[in-house]
């Protein structure tokens, strides 16, 4: 959403975007996190191990395990920051008027630069079905879908998305 906001704001700073499953493209017919959440649903508001445990399903492709000790930092840590993350997705979804009603934070035919979008295939917070629509509509866009990846695809496929940049960047 970061970059989106400051594309939106400075559009003539701005040569070129790397949007990684990114936040900030809603369509009605998708389902997705802001839609989700505007429903009330917050999966980074943990209060249980169950909680955490859905948290990881929806975040990476394949099911990862943490020595026991790192599991219950993780755990304890989520839901100590329970409040944080409440204000953090309440702020996100109140602070632009688009995102509060649900709309594009920026209409992506607007998007005048060259982007490159980065989706992992499992995304569960933001369907590849957005990137798909999104790219459709980019009048300079290209879309790198990887497989094996969820929403951070930079952590899951750290060297294919290191290689998508950099071709990118070249």
């Known amino acids: 959403v970061t970059s989106l906001q400051i594309y939106k704001d400075h559009p003539d700073r701005v040569e070129g975007l790397i949007l990684i499953n990114s936040a900030g493209f809603e369509f009605p017919e998708i389902d997705s996190l802001i839609k989700r959440s505007h429903e009330g649903e917050n999966p980074f508001v943990v209060h249980t191990r169950e909680d955490f445990i859905k948290f990881k399903e929806a975040i990476f492709h394949r099911k990862i395990t943490f020595p026991f000790f790192i599991d219950d930092f993780l755990f304890e840590d989520f839901k100590n920051k329970r409040q944080d993350y409440e204000d953090i997705s ?30 992992g295939k499992s995304d569960d917070f933001f369907p590849h079905a957005i990137a798909e629509k999104v790219n459709a509509l980019l009048p300079n866009g290209t879309l790198i879908t990887l497989d094996q990846a969820g929403h951070v695809p930079q952590h899951e496929a750290p060297l294919q998305v290191q290689k998508a940049i950099k071709e990118f960047i070249n």
């Open 90 to 119: 309440a702020s996100l979804l109140m602070n632009d008027t688009n995102l509060s009603q649900g709309k594009h934070l920026i209409d992506p035919t607007e998007i005048k630069v060259r982007t490159l979008l980065i989706w």
